[in-house]
């Protein structure tokens, strides 16, 4: 099973960015689909952020469409979340999910908090 680890969280203002990384232990190019999630506190429910396909469609929810940017880099087999004017109801936990053929994986999540 491909192993999945996030890194990039951290505490940031309002205003502020955030580059999330996501390391997978086998070929992104594998993957027919990558994605970025969420949970906030208290919510029992992750909700997608952002999207790759294995065809190269690109997603992202309404939330965060024009400042959030997802891209990968296949060479080093890691996914990105850019965030940019981040806001206080962006934080949460984020993971990142892959999916082949026959299993899907999750990482263990790496943690955005926004201050206002």
């Known amino acids: 099973q491909v192993q999945l680890v996030e890194s990039g969280g951290g505490l940031v203002q309002a205003g502020g960015s955030l580059r999330l990384s996501c390391a997978a232990s086998?070929?992104?190019?594998?993957?027919?689909?990558i994605a970025w999630y969420r949970q906030g506190s208290g919510k029992q429910q992750r909700e997608s952020v952002a999207s790759i396909s294995s065809g190269g469609t690109i997603n992202y929810a309404d939330s965060v469409k024009g400042r959030f940017i997802i891209s990968k880099n296949n060479a080093k087999n890691t996914v990105y979340l850019q965030m940019n004017s981040l806001q206080p109801e962006d934080t949460a936990v984020y993971y990142c999910f892959a999916a082949t053929t026959g299993e899907h994986s999750w990482g263990q999540g790496t943690q955005v908090t926004v201050s206002s």
């Open positions: 086998g070929s992104t190019l594998s993957f027919n689909y």
